[in-house]
C-alpha cells in the first residue's frame, strides 16, 4: 500500500487527502508573491522537524544565502536543520550543461543525503534556460523515475497562472498541481489555495482560504466540501429552555435540542438581549453557551443586559458562558465560520447566539456559496451538539414588506422567530409571532413582548387589531348587531 506522508501543514494534508503520496512529484503553480516558496519551504522544514532529509536545489543563479534571509522571519524556519536534515545545492551550473547533467546532480545528491524530499525552487527558469519542450519532458520524466525508485518526493515551484501551465507538457508528467493565487475584493486581497491535480488519490477541488503568517502558510477549508450530512441523524426529544415561561409555554416546552433557529427582528426590539437570555439559562443549568457578536463590544453587551435585571458577569468568570467579540472588517466568511466551529468544539459549547447573520453573510465574497456555506455550518453544528440561533436585523422598523428571501438560513433553519416594532393608537408596541418550528407544534398567535428594567416578558396574544406583522396595525372594529 502507497505511503502517505503529512505535510507538516494539517489543512492542506487535508486537501490533499491526507497527505503527498510516496514517489509522487508535485508542481506549486502561481504568480510571484503568491506564496509559493514560503509553502514549499514550510514542507522542508517539516520533514526535516520529523528527522528526514531534505534536498533544497536552487535552479537561478542568485545566492541561496537570500532565500534563507527571506526565510528566517517564520516560527518553521531552524537554522539548525541545514546542513544536518536539509540539504542545499546549486543546481545551476549543472542546468546550464543540460537535463541529463541537471537530473545526475539531483539523484546522486538525493543518493549522497539519503534524503525523503527534493525541493526545486524557480522551475520557470528552467524552462527559459532550455527553451525546449523536449527537454523539460524528459528531464521530468528520468527525474521521476529516478525518485520513484528512492521512494522520495519531490516539490517544484513555478510562477504561472494555473491556466497557463496547464497548456505545458509538465502538466501532464507530474503527479499533482498546487495552485496558490491572489484576487483583490475591494480594498483586500484573498489568498487561495486550489489541489487542480493528484494522480490516484481522492482530494479536495475547490479553491480555498490561505494565509501566511509569522508561523508561515494556514489554510481554512470550504465547509461545503468538508461536513457531510449525517443521514441516520435523528433529533433528539430534549428541549433547550429560554427560561422565560411565557415564551417557554408558546414554544411548547422551549426550542428543540440540536435545533437551529433565525431570530429576524427589527433594530431596538430585544433580539440581542433575548439570545443573551437563552444563553445564560442554559450556562446556570450547566450547559456551556457561547455568543458570537460582530457589532457591540462585550462591555457594552454586558452593561445592556444588566439593565434587563440579566447579570452576565458571574457565568462569565465561571466560563459557562463566553462572549466573542470580532469585527469582521478584513475577515472572509470561512475564518468567520471556522472561528465559531474551533470555539463550539474547543469549550464544549451546548448553546449558540451569532448576533449578526447579516454581517457573516456580507463577508461570503462569492455570493454563491450562501446557501451551501450556511447549510454545511448548520449540519456542523447540529452534529456537536449544539442547539444554535442566528439573529437578523431587518431594514424597516415598520411596513407591509415580510420577504427573508435573502437570507438562505431562513430557509435551513427549523425555526423561525420574528419580532417587531408596531404603530397602534399612536404608540409603539413590540410583537412576537412564531413563523415556523419545522419539529414542533407551537402557538400560533401574535403576542406583545415587553423589555424592561425588570426583565424580558411575553404577554397576552394581540387580538384587537389586524395586520400586526406589517408593522402598521388596523384596529378591529366590532359592529353591533342591528335590533328590529
Not at 218 to 244: M, W, Y
Request: charged residues 25%; hydrophobic residues 40%.
Amino acid at each position: 500500500m502507497q505511503r502517505i506522508i503529512s505535510t507538516g501543514i494539517p489543512k492542506l494534508d487535508l486537501l490533499l487527502g491526507g497527505g503527498i503520496p510516496e514517489r509522487q512529484t508535485l508542481v506549486v503553480t502561481g504568480d510571484p508573491g503568491t506564496g509559493k516558496t514560503i509553502l514549499c519551504s514550510q514542507i522542508a522544514f517539516a520533514f526535516a522537524a520529523r528527522g528526514e532529509n531534505v534536498v533544497l536545489a536552487s535552479v537561478a543563479s542568485e545566492s541561496q544565502d537570500k532565500l534563507l534571509h527571506e526565510l528566517q522571519g517564520f516560527s518553521f524556519f531552524d537554522a539548525d536543520r541545514i546542513g544536518k536534515e536539509l540539504f542545499l545545492v546549486s543546481a545551476y551550473p549543472a542546468l546550464q550543461k543540460g537535463p541529463k547533467e541537471a537530473k545526475e546532480l539531483l539523484l546522486r545528491t538525493m543518493k549522497d543525503r539519503k534524503a525523503k524530499l527534493l525541493f526545486v525552487d524557480g522551475l520557470r527558469s528552467v524552462r527559459d534556460l532550455w527553451q525546449s519542450e523536449g527537454k523539460l519532458r524528459d528531464f521530468f520524466y528520468e527525474l521521476n523515475v529516478g525518485l520513484a525508485q528512492r521512494e522520495s518526493i519531490a516539490l517544484f515551484t513555478t510562477e504561472y497562472p494555473l491556466a497557463k501551465l496547464m497548456g505545458y507538457p509538465e502538466a501532464t508528467t507530474v503527479d499533482g498541481i498546487v495552485s496558490v493565487s491572489v484576487a483583490r475584493f475591494g480594498g483586500r486581497l484573498v489568498r487561495r489555495i486550489q489541489v487542480a491535480k493528484l494522480r490516484g488519490r481522492a482530494h479536495l477541488t475547490s479553491e480555498h482560504l490561505m494565509h501566511i503568517t509569522q508561523q508561515g502558510i494556514s489554510i481554512v477549508p470550504r465547509l461545503e466540501e468538508t461536513v457531510h450530512a449525517n443521514q441516520s441523524f435523528e433529533p433528539p426529544d430534549a428541549r433547550a429552555e429560554f427560561g422565560l415561561p411565557e415564551l417557554d409555554a408558546i414554544l411548547h416546552g422551549g426550542l428543540p435540542a440540536q435545533s437551529t433557529t433565525l431570530i429576524a427582528g427589527s433594530t431596538g426590539v430585544g433580539k440581542t438581549l433575548l439570545g443573551a437570555q437563552f444563553l445564560a439559562h442554559g450556562a446556570a443549568r450547566g450547559e456551556p453557551g457561547l455568543l458570537v457578536t460582530y457589532s457591540e463590544p462585550v462591555g457594552r453587551l454586558v452593561k445592556r443586559a444588566r439593565g434587563v435585571s440579566l447579570d452576565l458577569r458571574p457565568l462569565l468568570e465561571s466560563g459557562t458562558l463566553r462572549i466573542h467579540y470580532t469585527p469582521v472588517t478584513n475577515l472572509e466568511s470561512d475564518d468567520l465560520t471556522d472561528q465559531i466551529l474551533r470555539a463550539v468544539r474547543e469549550h464544549g459549547v451546548r448553546r449558540l447566539v451569532v448576533d449578526g447573520i447579516g454581517e457573516l453573510e456580507e463577508s461570503i465574497l462569492d455570493r454563491s456559496r450562501l446557501r451551501g456555506l450556511f447549510s454545511s455550518l448548520i449540519i456542523a453544528l447540529r452534529d456537536l451538539g449544539t442547539t444554535s440561533l442566528f439573529i437578523k436585523e431587518v431594514a424597516k422598523i415598520a411596513g407591509p414588506d415580510l420577504d427573508f428571501s435573502d437570507t438562505p438560513i431562513s430557509v435551513t433553519a427549523e425555526n423561525l422567530l420574528f419580532f417587531r416594532h408596531i404603530e397602534l393608537r399612536g404608540r409603539l408596541h413590540r410583537i412576537l409571532s412564531i413563523l415556523k418550528m419545522r419539529e414542533s407544534s407551537y402557538d400560533p398567535y401574535v403576542r406583545e413582548f415587553a423589555v424592561t428594567n425588570r426583565g424580558i416578558s411575553v404577554l397576552a396574544p394581540l387580538e384587537s387589531a389586524e395586520g400586526l406583522l406589517t408593522g402598521v396595525a388596523r384596529p378591529l372594529v366590532v359592529h353591533a348587531e342591528a335590533t328590529s
